[in-house]
Nanobody, 121 residues
Framework: QVQLVESGGGLVQPGGSLRLSCAAS????????MGWYRQTPGTKRELVAT???????NYADSVKGRFTISRDNARKMVYLQMNSLKPEDTAVYYC???????????????WGQGTQVTVPS
């Protein structure tokens, strides 16, 4: 069984910074693309940033230049450094990973439970 667990959310003033972390655990052979998504009430979950196992990050236009995604493959972790936060960044942030498992061999999406980020206006 695979779990993704986020941490690092909270309340931060406009212009401030937060760093989100996501740890993957379980019977993992490897993790392909990892990413961060966010969702506000009544809206669809939207992509924030993704990063392949051996490449650089891709970002939504709304966060380019402010957010940085990174990962530590050995520790099975992905991070999101968020700078210059704005009220419109307020959302629940979800970690995602395309995980390869064994017994049975499978490649599928896994999601974390989400962590709240609040930037008051």
């Amino acid at each position: 069984q695979v779990q993704l667990v986020e941490s690092g959310g909270g309340l931060v003033q406009p212009g401030g910074s937060l760093r989100l972390s996501c740890a993957a655990s379980g019977s993992i052979v490897s993790i392909n693309t990892m990413g961060w998504y966010r969702q506000t009430p009544g809206t669809k979950r939207e992509l924030v940033a993704t990063i392949p196992s051996d490449g650089t990050g891709n970002y939504a236009d709304s966060v380019k230049g402010r957010f940085t995604i990174s990962r530590d493959n050995a520790r099975k972790m992905v991070y999101l450094q968020m700078n210059s936060l704005k009220p419109e960044d307020t959302a629940v942030y979800y970690c995602n990973g395309v995980v390869v498992t064994k017994n049975p061999f499978q490649v599928r999406d896994y999601w974390g439970q989400g962590t709240q980020v609040t930037v008051p206006s």
